[in-house]
Each structure stands twice: as C-alpha cells, then as structure tokens.
C-alpha cells in the first residue's frame, strides 16, 4: 500500500481524480479521501444516499468523504482497528493542520504541494504545512499557463520557514488551459471521467505523476493507457 498527500488550497479534486483512474486502468485498487474543508467531491460525485461520513465507488474508484481520520474509515468499511486498510493507492487530499495531522500525511510514501500563483493557495499551503513536525518531502505541481524560473523561487522563499524539503527534480508544471477547465465542467455534468479531451499538456502531466507514483517501469504501461483512452476503447 502506498499513500500519497495531496496539499494546499489549489482546487485539485477532479486532477486527483484523473490521476486515479489512470491508477484503476492500471490494475490498482485506489482510495481517494477527502479531507478537504470543502468536501468539493460531496457535490460533484454522484452517489445514491449520500450522508454525513459515506464511501462511494465512482469509475472504479473508492471515494471517501467526511472522514476525521483513519479510523472512523475502517468502522465504516467494518475493517478492525487494528488492521490496514487495504488498496494499493490510497490518495488524500488535505488543506487544513489538523487534517494533515490526522491522516498523517508527514507519513505519505509521496506528497505533492498542488498550487496555483494565487496567494490564497500559497498561503493556505503554508498554514497546512504549519502541522508538520520534522522536515517532510515534498514536490510541487504547479497550477499555471507559464510558471517560471521566478516563480518558483518566489514559492521556495516564501516556504523558507516550513518545514519542508523541496524535490526540484520532480516539480510538475501544470499548464492549465481555459479548455480543460472546461472539459473538467463538462465531464462533472456527465458525471463521467473523461481525460481524452484534455489538452495534451494536461495528459501529459497526469502522466508523469503517475509514473512518479508507480516507477519509471511503468511508463510503457501508462502510455499505452492513455492511447487507449484517447481512442475512446
């Protein structure tokens, strides 16, 4: 099992859901928790009888919603206390302390700061990171049409006093386009994940956190995926 954090005040409920059902079209069992102070997934993802704390499946992947922690997880599904909870991948998309605390994402096999250039994001980020105790990894996916040298910079010296360690090697530069926000509107009206549609550079980005996520072994794999996917097959 490997868990993966997701953190920062970047809207990224739908980005985390493309990243798992690329997961899910590999073979992978997949737990998305939201943890989010908006619980955006609560209105976006159909479900037949939604309640306070519920896990729904979507598109083959397990989505849990209104969850404090781990635990009330595992009561839930009717697991033991004592025992793991069991998938492949889970992915846990946190914008508050206490929740980073929580879901223990300093833990994570793998966390990504996901944020726009907006001070909102940055900020709410840097309150988020406010949990950690000791120096946690760290990658950034950066939400912009041209994210700069500057920029970048910009984040590493306003993040100077978190306790985080910056993995620039990996840092993804997500050129969000106006028409994948509105493939991303049109596909929550279907009510469907539908990535073929998204412009290349998104596929693409999605693509290297998968293989981030999986190894670099993987790649052939993934690649082949999202041809099939872009086929409609």
């Known amino acids: ?59 083959g992947i397990d989505i849990a919603i209104g969850f404090q922690n781990y635990n009330y997880i595992k009561q839930y599904l009717g697991i033991p206390l004592s025992s793991p909870i069991n998938y492949d991948y889970i992915l846990i ?27 909102y994001s940055i900020k709410r980020g840097i309150m988020t990171f406010s949990a950690f105790k000791e120096p946690t990894n760290m990658t950034k996916i950066i939400f912009s049409r041209n994210a700069t040298k ?26 969000f386009e106006l028409g994948d926000q509105t493939v991303i509107y049109e596909n929550q009206k279907a009510e469907k994940i539908r990535i073929r549609n998204l412009s290349n550079q998104y596929k693409e980005g999605l693509m290297y956190i998968a293989t981030q996520l999986t190894g670099e072994e993987s790649y052939p794999q993934i690649r082949k995926i999202m041809k099939r996917i872009e086929r409609g097959v």
């Open 1 to 59: 099992m490997k868990k993966v954090g997701f953190i920062g005040g970047c809207e990224k409920t739908d980005f985390i859901l493309y990243i798992s059902k690329l997961l899910v079209e590999m073979g992978n069992t997949v737990l998305f928790i939201d943890a989010s102070i908006t619980q955006k997934s609560r209105f976006t993802i159909p479900t037949i009888k939604p309640e306070r704390m519920y896990v729904t499946q979507y598109e």
């Open 93 to 119: 998309d946190v914008d508050t302390p206490n929740m980073a605390v929580n879901f223990e994402i300093e833990k994570c096999d793998k966390n990504y700061f996901v944020t726009s250039l907006d001070l």
């Open 150 to 175: 500057k920029e970048n910079e910009y984040l590493n010296y306003i993040t100077r006093e978190c306790k985080v360690t910056w993995d620039e090697q990996s840092t993804v530069n997500m050129p």
